[in-house]
């Protein structure tokens, strides 16, 4: 996983060729902002891209006889 720095950091969900998208929707075209592959604790982060992340996680982590359809 990767995060970018804008004000706070924020979880990268891909990069193309418009620029950096975010987990909550930012695009970042900038080229001078930070990226990092581990989040700095001790700069503020994105909330709504921690609680995305862990969601997804959640989701990937339930067995299959629990999914629902």
């Given at each position: 996983?990767?995060?970018?720095r804008?004000?706070?950091?924020h979880v990268?969900?891909?990069?193309?060729?418009?620029g950096?998208?975010?987990?909550c929707?930012?695009?970042i075209?900038?080229?001078?902002?930070?990226?990092?592959?581990?989040?700095p604790?001790?700069?503020?982060?994105?909330?709504s891209?921690?609680?995305?992340t862990?969601?997804?996680?959640?989701?990937?982590?339930?067995?299959?006889?629990?999914v629902?359809?």
């Amino acid at each position: 996983m990767s995060y970018i720095r804008v004000r706070s950091w924020h979880v990268v969900a891909k990069v193309d060729a418009v620029g950096w998208r975010t987990r909550c929707g930012l695009t970042i075209t900038t080229e001078d902002a930070p990226v990092s592959d581990r989040l700095p604790l001790e700069d503020p982060s994105c909330e709504s891209c921690a609680r995305l992340t862990l969601h997804d996680a959640d989701a990937t982590s339930v067995p299959n006889d629990e999914v629902t359809s």
